[in-house]
Each structure stands twice: as structure tokens, then as C-alpha cells.
């Protein structure tokens, strides 16, 4: 990949207008590929296959660097509903592992192609460093999917709104709001990013209005290019004609 690759796909919930540009181009997602195991685990606890107050000990094998905090704890002990809003609101690669485990790769890919992602999947658990005996990334997907994945989490059935509830817990807004308002009130943003070198992702709901999904990917050393178009895309997602701004 020598240039950047920016794909971007929204739809407007009230309208049903919907926008794409590269929707169907299979991108590397860094953690937003971590959606697809939070809507299974919110599926399988409204469905009574997992309890949100099931404790998981954490085995060596789950810990992992980067992002989170459980690295840092001495708890080996949580609930799955602690494992999965620890891997919404800090993306925690530790509490993702741990949740991977405990449900499955195979389990997690299944669900989502129940839901439409034939083309969107994990390849592996979350892994720093990862090496070349493991798959290239952690999960690959397209923007067009994912917006489908927003939308259905805008929903009203269980799942969706306890899926929504721990997105809306998200600390990282450096991406498609960081330009824009953000009201930390109300629900205005449920969401979650992806970041890895050469990988900037975002994707979920503005406002309650707008769904969306941009992923952006190119070379080594592309970080701050990757971040600038994502953030511009946001600008455009939060246009005065759709009420956002």
C-alpha cells in the first residue's frame, strides 16, 4: 500500500440517505474490528448465553500491551460486562483478549455474518508485538458494512441499546469529532476508533442522526496525513444542512 486509502460510508437515520466513497475496499481496522466481539457479547447476554456479572480470571496468555489499563491492575478477576466496557470506553487489548477467549474467534465471525458482514471479520486476537508467524492484523473489513453495523446498533432491541450504552462510554474522540462538536452529554457521540501505523478507523453514531464509518490506510510514517483526512471527514459528516454542528 503506497498511498493512502481513505473509505467512508454514512447513512442519515432519519432520511435513510446514504453516501459512500471506496465502501467496498477490505481495509486493515485496528481496534474497531474489537465492534464485532462487543455485539456479540451484548447478543449472547440478552439472549442468557453470558451473564454481564459472569466473572473471567485473567490468564497470562490474555495480557498485552498498548492500549488499556489492565496491565497496570492487580485485579485478575472481572465480569464480562467490566471486560467488554473496558474494551469500548479505553479500548483495552487485555479485556478484548480475555472476552476472545471466552467467547471465540469463530463465535464472534459468525455473528457478525449472521448480521451482514460476510466481508468484515477478526483474524486473530489483539497482539503487541505481532510477528510473522501470526496473521497480518488483528481484523479487515469495509466501511460499507460497518455503517450497517452502526445502524443496526442505533436500534432499540436489547442488545443494541447495551452495545450503544458502553460506545457511548468511549474516551477517544481524536478522529471523526475531534473537529467538531462533541457534547459529552446526551448520547451525542457512540462510537469507537481504531488506531495502528498506518491505520486510522472510526466508526458509529452522530448525534443520533448520522451513522457512519471511515477508515483510512496507508504506509509507515503516514500517521498524522491518516489523521488529518479523518478528522476532515468528520467536518463533512457534521455539515450545518444536517444539523450537527
Same mark, same amino acid.
Given at each position: ?8 460510508? +454514512? ?18 481496522? &485496528? ?23 459472569? !466473572? ?10 498498548? @492500549?488499556?489499563?489492565? +496491565? ?5 478477576? =472481572?465480569? $464480562? ?5 473496558? +474494551? ?9 483478549? &480475555? ?47 460497518? $455503517? @450497517?453495523?452502526?445502524?443496526?446498533? @442505533?436500534?432499540?432491541?436489547?442488545? /443494541?441499546?447495551?452495545?450503544?450504552? =458502553?460506545?457511548? /462510554? ?13 457534547? !459529552?452529554?446526551?448520547? =451525542? ?17 452522530? @448525534? ?20 488529518? &483526512?479523518?478528522? /476532515?471527514?468528520?467536518? &463533512?459528516?457534521?455539515? !450545518?444542512?444536517?444539523?450537527? /454542528?
Amino acid at each position: 500500500m503506497n498511498a493512502i486509502t481513505l473509505a467512508m460510508a +454514512t447513512r442519515d437515520l432519519l432520511t435513510g440517505e446514504a453516501h459512500g466513497v471506496n465502501e467496498d475496499v477490505e481495509l486493515p481496522l &485496528a481496534s474497531v474490528g474489537k465492534l464485532l466481539l462487543l455485539a456479540e457479547v451484548a447478543m449472547s447476554i440478552e439472549g442468557g448465553i453470558l451473564g454481564a456479572d459472569e !466473572p473471567v480470571e485473567l490468564l497470562d496468555d490474555d495480557y498485552c500491551a498498548g @492500549s488499556g489499563l489492565l +496491565t497496570s491492575l492487580a485485579n485478575r478477576a =472481572w465480569t $464480562v460486562g467490566d471486560l467488554a466496557l473496558l +474494551t469500548a470506553a479505553i479500548s483495552d487489548n487485555t479485556a478484548t483478549n &480475555a472476552l476472545l477467549r471466552r467467547v471465540g474467534v469463530e463465535r464472534v465471525n459468525a455473528a457478525a455474518a449472521a448480521l451482514g458482514l460476510s466481508r468484515t471479520r477478526l483474524l486473530d486476537r489483539v497482539r503487541e508485538p505481532r510477528g510473522p508467524e501470526h496473521p497480518p492484523t488483528f481484523a479487515i473489513g469495509t466501511a460499507a458494512e460497518l $455503517v @450497517s453495523l452502526a445502524v443496526l446498533v @442505533s436500534g432499540e432491541e436489547g442488545w /443494541q441499546v447495551l452495545m450503544r450504552g =458502553w460506545m457511548r /462510554q468511549n474516551t477517544d474522540h481524536s478522529l471523526v469529532p475531534a473537529l467538531v462538536r462533541h457534547d !459529552p452529554e446526551g448520547g =451525542w457521540l457512540a462510537n469507537k476508533t481504531g488506531t495502528d501505523d498506518g491505520v486510522r478507523t472510526d466508526v458509529g453514531i452522530m @448525534s443520533g442522526r448520522v451513522a457512519y464509518a471511515v477508515l483510512a490506510c496507508g504506509p509507515p510514517g503516514s500517521d498524522h496525513e491518516l489523521a488529518t &483526512a479523518v478528522r /476532515q471527514a468528520g467536518l &463533512a459528516l457534521a455539515s !450545518p444542512e444536517r444539523g450537527l /454542528q
